[in-house]
T-cell receptor
Framework: DTAVSQTPKYLVTQMGNDKSIKCEQN?????MYWYKQDSKKFLKIMFS???????INETVPNRFSPKSPDKAHLNLHINSLELGDSAVYFC????????????FGPGTRLTVL | GDSVTQMEGPVTLSEEAFLTINCTYT??????LFWYVQYPGEGLQLLLK?????DKGSNKGFEATYRKETTSFHLEKGSVQVSDSAVYFC??????????????FGQGTRLTINP
């Protein structure tokens, strides 16, 4: 009965590879997000989708491409991985038109070697 | 743009001590304010929130009051436990142009409680 789930939990890969992280929410929310947490624990918004439409894109390199096949899923694909992409990536969701509370997934720790 | 500033960590306290973690914000308008907690190896959990001035959010013995006059949302707990050891994030809700909502976080404060 997990509300927001992410796979994988850990991802270790080499520079230059392409990888994807998947997120699913069973809360019936319309809006989903990707946040990046760097090594100093600082959290910053990357993208947001509302009902499969991109509504926030915060100057993220175009090697990062989010995709939302339906409003319950938001995936993050990263091309040509770089050392600086190492971070924890969090997915979150929110009920559009409801409160501003966002519910977070457990995070995916990406390590680029 | 909107921003959140938290007190620098890490903070180390003994069990049953009083806790305050300061949080101030800069925003246009009156955003909703949040405290999220991240336990070791886990994701972020909502701890408490307040949606308007003078509202007090509370949960698990933690409290924070939305102070418009000082643009603050300080987190307090009267008697901390070892299990409260975690990283605490203050955040505000930013509705930018077009109304798209996002959370803007402070830098996080690592709290360690010693028995």
């Amino acid at each position: 009965d997990t509300a927001v789930s992410q796979t994988p939990k850990y991802l270790v890969t080499q520079m230059g590879n392409d990888k994807s992280i998947k997120c699913e929410q069973n809360l019936g929310h319309d809006t989903m997000y990707w946040y990046k947490q760097d090594s100093k624990k600082f959290l910053k918004i990357m993208f947001s989708y509302n009902n499969k439409e991109l509504i926030i894109n915060e100057t993220v390199p175009n090697r990062f491409s989010p995709k939302s096949p339906d409003k319950a899923h938001l995936n993050l694909h990263i091309n040509s991985l770089e050392l600086g992409d190492s971070a924890v990536y969090f997915c979150a969701s929110r009920e559009a038109g409801g409160s501003d509370t966002q519910y977070f997934g457990p995070g995916t720790r990406l390590t680029v070697l | 743009g909107d921003s959140v500033t938290q007190m620098e960590g890490p903070v180390t306290l003994s069990e049953e001590a009083f806790l305050t973690i300061n949080c101030t914000y800069t925003a246009t308008g009156y955003p909703s304010l949040f405290w999220y907690v991240q336990y070791p190896g886990e994701g972020l959990q909502l701890l408490l929130k307040a949606t308007k001035a003078d509202d007090k959010g509370s949960n698990k013995g933690f409290e924070a009051t939305y102070r418009k006059e000082t643009t603050s949302f300080h987190l307090e707990k009267g008697s901390v436990q070892v299990s409260d050891s975690a990283v605490y994030f203050c955040a505000l809700s930013d509705r930018g142009k077009g109304g798209a909502q996002k959370l803007v976080f402070g830098q996080g404060t690592r709290l360690t409680i010693n028995p």
